[in-house]
């Protein structure tokens, strides 16, 4: 049996050590080893289709055609997006698209670019 405390969120016994940081694999929470919560964590984490971090301000590149609900008009693969900006919700980035104006994506229909 390990030395490592258990998770202070989910009291799970088989949290792991990853560089400066445990992580407890049941719950997905990470805390520093000396016991003080992490700052990092300021909600939840929003991944691209590849599985990139994405942040706000980030330039973004669609991967799929995506019809534009309520028009004729469609966002075409290969469009980029600059200076996005990430919410919750289902739809997670709120962007302006050159040509359609403000909308919001999924991030698993774009990738970091």
Known sequence: MSDLP???KCNSA???EDGLLLICPECGHEWAKDGEESTAETGPVITD???AVLKDGDTVVV??????KGTSSTVKIGTRVKNIRLVEGDHDIDCK???IGAMKLKSEFVKKG
Request: include cysteine; aromatic fraction near 12%; hydrophobic fraction near 20%.
């Open 6 to 8: 258990p998770c202070p």
């Open 14 to 16: 088989y949290s792991y």
């Open 49 to 51: 289709s590849n599985g």
């Open 63 to 68: 991967i799929k055609d995506l019809k534009v």
């Open 97 to 99: 698209i050159p040509g």
